[in-house]
């Protein structure tokens, strides 16, 4: 579940990027860039494990979901630090000296 | 189980192989020129996002799943002599293969990056005629 919650955030994050670019104030370009390695090294993870051990490809359970989630919310974060401490519209700037 | 231990691995390389890059563009100020192939530390700017990205969220996974903790040894497979060896054949496996798929991913990326740019009409900057 969460690699399919995960591919959809990238998704959404890319197509949101797209509209935008070239301008890419906000870094959603990095954001989908974190979404898809994830999902990408997911991938891997769930082909190879279902050739090895076999099973069901996709895990359809809530622990699954918090855990797609969770992952989004993780990397909405770090993308929401990363975006004010670079500042880019200079707001922390202007506030910090009011 | 440890798994996102190589691509973790790849991405402090590409990272400081990136900043190299981005050091000799600057000095040869090739870093807005087409002629340079376009922005290599761009290019491995996209692939050091998927690396690290990928790294953090699947950490948070292994925290997830109880197979990474806060206190040494860290990963739970080396408390227990019998998961030592299930933990390095997966980091050699689906490891290896994270870090291989992504980078193949990037290669694609460059390349038709790289095909699209060449389509792109060079402009050249003419010097305005006319005035006083």
Not at chain 1, 1 to 10: E, K
Not at chain 2, 32 to 59: D, F, I, P, Y
Not at chain 2, 99 to 117: D, G, N, R, Y
Request: a neutral charge; one cysteine or more; proline letters at 4%.
């Amino acid at each position: 579940m969460f690699l399919i919650m995960t591919a959809l955030a990238a998704v959404i994050a890319t197509v949101i990027w797209y509209a935008n670019a070239p301008e890419d104030k906000y870094k959603v370009g990095m954001l989908s860039l974190f979404l898809w390695g994830a999902t990408l090294m997911w991938l891997v993870d769930h082909v190879m494990a279902y050739l090895m051990e076999g099973g069901e490809f996709f895990e359809l359970n809530l622990d699954a979901t918090m855990l797609g989630l969770s992952v989004i919310v993780l990397a909405l974060i770090v993308w929401m630090l990363i975006l004010v401490i670079s500042d880019p519209k200079g707001t922390l700037k202007k506030v910090l000296k009011t | 189980m440890a798994c996102f231990l190589v691509p973790a691995g790849e991405a402090i390389v590409t990272t400081v192989i990136q900043k190299v890059v981005e050091n000799n563009e600057k000095k040869s100020g090739a870093a807005n020129t087409r002629e340079s192939g376009g922005k290599w530390s761009q290019r491995l700017g996209w692939l050091n996002k998927m690396l690290w990205g990928g790294v953090m969220l699947l950490a948070l996974e292994h925290i997830w799943h109880g197979e990474v903790v806060p206190w040494p040894p860290f990963l739970t497979a080396m408390q227990n002599p019998a998961d030592v060896a299930p933990m390095l054949h997966e980091i050699a496996t689906i490891g290896v293969g994270m870090a291989v798929f992504v980078t193949v991913v990037w290669v694609l990326m460059v390349i038709i990056a790289e095909a699209k740019s060449r389509t792109i009409p060079q402009v050249k900057a003419k010097p305005v005629a006319g005035g006083a």
